[in-house]
């Protein structure tokens, strides 16, 4: 485990436990995975853990701003270590993939609203939806079927 992440945690008042270093690596090794492919990830590493403490552990970092939350429609939460820099989301319709997207104008927060209400808008989150070359290139079971 990296010391820089523990010594990360300590200066942010955060426990350091294994169960939120292998949490918080996971995520950085398998960006937009889902709490379900963290919780194999962890147990990978670190050998029995719970799924409540993969959970807590990941909403603990999320609350914290050490990792992102993204949670497409339709979709089950995903998770990255990639905060900060107001980035968007790109996911395939046909298999789910989803992929890193830069802002569209480079500087927070990439859109402005037409009417913003009184707010002060501070981000904006944006996925695209689409389908990958990887499903596009494959043949559409309906057309095959006439």
Do not use: K
């Not at 995975?33 to 719970?50: F, M």
């Amino acid at each position: 485990m990296a010391q820089g992440t523990v010594q990360m945690l300590r200066d942010r008042g955060i426990q350091v436990t294994a169960q939120r270093l292998a949490v918080f690596d996971a995520v950085g090794g398998r960006p937009h995975a889902t709490a379900d492919d963290l919780v194999d990830d962890v147990r990978a590493s670190i050998g029995s853990v719970s799924r409540q403490a993969v959970f807590d552990a990941l909403a603990m970092l999320t609350e914290e701003g050490l990792i992102r939350r993204i949670q497409p429609a339709r979709s089950a939460a995903r998770y990255e270590d990639r905060v900060d820099d107001n980035h968007h989301h790109l996911v395939c319709r046909g298999c789910g993939r989803m992929v890193d997207v830069d802002c569209a104008v480079g500087y927070r927060p990439c859109l402005e609203a037409a009417e913003d209400h009184g707010f002060t808008i501070d981000e904006a989150e944006v996925i695209y939806w689409g389908i990958c070359p990887v499903c596009q290139a494959e043949p559409v079971a309906a057309e095959s079927s006439t």
